[in-house]
Nanobody
């Protein structure tokens, strides 16, 4: 099992910035990919950004150029720097990790609200 401590969500005005952090503990030696997903009311959960243990990244097209994902393997922590936030970025953001065996583990989520 993997446990998470997520932080950094909150309320911000459009154009502002937030930084999300997620520290994983437990069976962290199994972790390959770390990342963030989001889900807005009435919408399906979608991938925002992920980063592999080797540093390869993948982003949702809508956040490219505004969001940046990074990770600290020694601390089993993943970060999401979100700049130029828009009201449509408002959602519950979930930390997620995927093991080398393909198992997915999820955090409880942190709310991001962007006011116009």
């Amino acid at each position: 099992q993997v446990q998470f401590v997520e932080s950094g969500g909150g309320l911000v005005q459009a154009g502002g910035s937030l930084r999300l952090s997620c520290a994983a503990s437990g069976n962290t030696f199994r972790i390959n990919v770390m990342g963030w997903y989001r889900q807005a009311p009435g919408n399906q959960r979608e991938l925002v950004a992920v980063v592999s243990r080797g540093g390869s990244t993948n982003y949702l097209n809508a956040v490219k150029g505004r969001f940046s994902i990074s990770r600290d393997n020694a601390k089993n922590t993943v970060y999401l720097q979100m700049n130029s936030l828009k009201p449509e970025d408002t959602a519950l953001y979930f930390c997620s990790v995927q093991s080398f065996a393909g198992m997915n583990y999820w955090g409880q989520g942190t709310q991001v609200t962007v006011s116009s």
